[in-house]
């Protein structure tokens, strides 16, 4: 992928696209229209330098109509630089994007498109990456219960949760006794490519909460796009960004699969670039799609409360408690949005939280998550007059080629 290319870059609105939206927000700038490659998953997202509030939106052509404007959300970083998420496409023909706001268009603002070619095994990976719940023998771990004698003991303010000598007791069971770890496809099944990640993963003492996301694009994906689109995010991420590599911990499909994200072991409290100012000591895990008009399906929503439990185990910490992280009280199980300046991971998903909380801690207290139900996917696309064409920018490496 050549970093160097200005082909994406933002420009002042011109042409037929107004100055401002129909209700009435100002179009700050506006890019080409980029030209996709529509055999392969695409990935695209906005880089820029400067802190300005102003807000990215993106929209699809697919054989000829284009769809509705559509959010980005934009995130902070603790390396590289500043952009939105990754926003995946598949059998897309051409992308645009805009800024929307009275604060100006960033500087340097870049749309940078990472093509992610499908390859031949991803079909019999994602096949032998079926998804399914794990059982333990030994997941007899004692139910997290408070007495009236609560109130006489310390708040929970450790980083592995409550310090209270009873949930001190039930978080030394949880580490004591083993949580079955969920099925996971390795960096190497999705064809991460190593030779791209920038520094050795850094690890932290303990993972004292998760924090959950979502990637943004489109959720009609087919299950064997999931590896093509995993390389382009690792490819947005390190060469779009400037990350060390991608950029969370594990990722979730809308088929209920897990899939290794940054490397460094999954059973390691590896630090990623999630979320800004909270990486250390989270574990970040993100479900492909975007969720804000609709949950993810029951089998997603069931893997990430499986994953999502089985982790926190490893560091004692409680599903459905409190903890530490980064000097703040908060719950073990948070969103994005509740450490960032940002809506993600979408609100229906975020409306499934305490249901997840609660999945987690049965999964830690050998409880069967919830069974699965059939995804349905019923976006529509708003048609819009064509523009000019643009540019593509790159290509994804696969390291399995």
């Known amino acids: 992928m050549s970093s160097d290319r200005n082909d994406g870059d933002l420009a002042a609105p011109t042409g037929s696209v107004a100055a401002e939206t129909t209700d009435g927000i100002t179009i700050t700038a506006l890019s080409d229209v980029i030209d996709l490659p529509s055999a392969s998953p695409n990935v695209v997202g906005i880089t820029f330098d400067d802190d300005v509030r102003v807000e990215f939106e993106i929209r699809t ?40 706001g009275d604060g100006g268009s960033p500087a340097n603002a ?34 997290h219960a408070h007495s009236i004698d609560h109130a006489s003991v310390p708040p929970c303010t450790g980083t592995g949760g409550c310090t209270c000598p009873l949930c001190a007791a039930s978080a030394a069971n949880v580490a004591k006794n ?7 496809a390795t960096r190497k099944d999705w064809g991460a490519s190593e030779k791209l990640v920038r520094n050795a993963p850094t690890i932290a003492d303990s993972v004292s909460a998760a924090v959950i996301h979502h990637t943004d694009g ?47 072991g999954v059973k390691k409290a590896v630090v990623g670039a999630h979320a800004a100012g909270y990486n250390t000591g989270s574990f970040g895990i993100s479900v492909l799609g975007d969720y804000d008009k609709k949950a993810p399906p029951q089998r997603t929503l069931d893997a990430v409360a499986e994953a999502i439990g089985w982790k926190l185990s490893l560091s004692g910490v409680k599903a459905d408690g409190s903890t530490s992280l980064a000097g703040e009280e908060m719950k073990a ?40 139900e059939e995804y349905e996917n019923k976006d529509e696309s708003d048609r819009q007059p064509g523009l000019v064409p643009g540019v593509i920018d790159s290509n994804a490496r696969d390291a399995r080629t």
């Open 178 to 184: 083993s949580v079955a770890q969920p099925e996971v």
């Open 110 to 143: 870049k749309v940078v498109s990472v093509a992610s070619k499908r390859h031949p095994g991803d079909s019999k990976l994602v096949a032998e990456n079926a998804p399914m719940s794990s059982e333990s023998t030994d997941r007899d771990v004692s139910q």
């Open 61 to 100: 052509q697919t054989n000829g109509r284009w769809s509705g404007w559509q959010h980005l959300h934009a995130s902070d970083t603790e390396e590289g630089s500043r952009g939105t998420d990754p926003y995946y496409t598949t059998d897309t023909d051409r992308i645009q994007s805009r800024v929307l």
């Open 333 to 372: 199980i948070v969103g994005h949005r509740d450490v960032g300046q940002t809506s993600c991971p979408g609100d229906e998903f975020y409306a499934k939280f305490d249901s997840i909380r609660q999945a987690a801690d049965d999964y830690q207290t050998g409880n069967k998550a919830g069974a699965g």
């Open 218 to 264: 489109n959720n009609d994906y087919a299950a064997e796009d999931v590896p093509a689109i995993l390389r382009g995010i690792q490819s947005f991420h390190i060469t779009g960004r400037g990350w060390s590599d991608i950029g969370y911990n594990m990722l979730v499909d809308k088929y209920g699969r897990l899939w290794e994200g940054r490397a460094g």
